[in-house]
């Protein structure tokens, strides 16, 4: 099954022996040998569905009814001031950093100004058009009933996230979340007045993970990890596991796929080019967790 799918058209591989051969290390360690390490936005969610624009979960939020008209434009003129220059191939990582950090502390400041309730989150989230990836319900499944553990590590808002995968009925307990918390006040209503932790923007998740290298520490036996990203900043989200034996990594390339082919190419083992479902991954689960 698992190799089935590795033959579709969507899919591209540059090292087809070394995917196998890892596939294989991975069947025999079981599912108990196994971590996931996913991304959140157009990685477990869509990037597009009947040729729309599937939101982010910063999206979710700015483009809500909770944010003014005049918010809505800042928050607008952000996105098409910074979107090409972090999918820009000519630029360097480095040189994209800076300008991730001023998108991202801009957003979350105008997001601040809105006066933004806790209370409205859940309802804000039930009138979106967000989806998860076909397939999801059998992914988050599967893994809760394998006992492997997901750690879904997101530049987006972890409030919106979490909201999203409850909403779905797949919020398990084998799940944990890294991602830019929102600070409420202690009031009933709960406002925004900034937020938790460390900035998580997409290409510092090196630091974040090695910030979490504790959560890692824990799952000492699973030393097989299976990473999933859209973003070249994705590649380094498990850098905080020690003693790996073996790592996957399966990179969705949404956007600007003849331009950012190589570049995917070069950093990701499986490259899923406009693939809207979570099908592969899920087959590489059912190869890995069945009876050896």
């Not at 800042?74 to 998108?103: C, G, H, Q, R, S």
């Not at 990473?227 to 850098?239: H, K």
């Not at 003849?258 to 070069?266: E, G, H, I, S, V």
Request: with cysteine; net charge negative.
């Amino acid at each position: 099954m698992a190799q089935h799918s590795l033959h579709n058209v969507s899919v591209h591989i540059r090292d087809r022996k070394k995917v196998e051969d890892t596939l294989e290390c991975f069947r025999k360690g079981g599912p108990n040998r196994v971590q996931v390490i996913s991304d959140f936005d157009m990685t477990l969610t869509r990037f597009a569905y009947n040729g729309t624009r599937v939101p982010t979960c910063h999206n979710i939020i700015d483009n809500s009814r909770l944010i003014s008209e005049e918010g809505k434009k800042k928050l607008k003129d952000l996105l098409n001031t910074y979107y090409p220059i972090e999918i820009d191939p000519a630029l360097t990582v480095e040189e994209k950093l800076p300008f991730m950090v001023e998108w991202w502390t801009k957003a979350h400041n105008f997001l601040v100004a809105e006066k933004i309730q806790k209370s409205q989150i859940t309802q804000v989230v039930k009138e979106s058009n967000v989806m998860l990836r076909e397939g999801f319900d059998v992914f988050f499944r599967q893994l809760h009933k394998n006992g492997i553990p997901l750690f879904i590590f997101s530049a987006g808002i972890g409030d919106i996230l979490e909201e999203v995968i409850r909403q779905a009925g797949v919020f398990y307990s084998n799940i944990t979340v890294v991602s830019n918390y929102m600070d409420f006040d202690g009031n009933v209503s709960g406002l925004l007045q900034g937020f938790k932790g460390d900035l998580i923007h997409t290409y510092n998740k090196h630091e974040g993970a090695l910030k979490n290298s504790r959560h890692f520490e824990k799952l000492n036996d699973q030393r097989n990890v299976i990473l999933l990203g859209d973003s070249l900043g994705d590649l380094q989200m498990a850098d905080g596991v020690e003693n790996m034996e073996n790592i996957l990594k399966i990179g969705y390339l949404n956007d600007k796929v003849d331009k950012l082919r190589d570049q995917y190419l070069k950093g990701y083992d499986i490259v899923l080019e406009k693939d809207e479902t979570l099908n592969v991954v899920n087959a590489i689960l059912q190869y890995i967790s069945a009876q050896n």
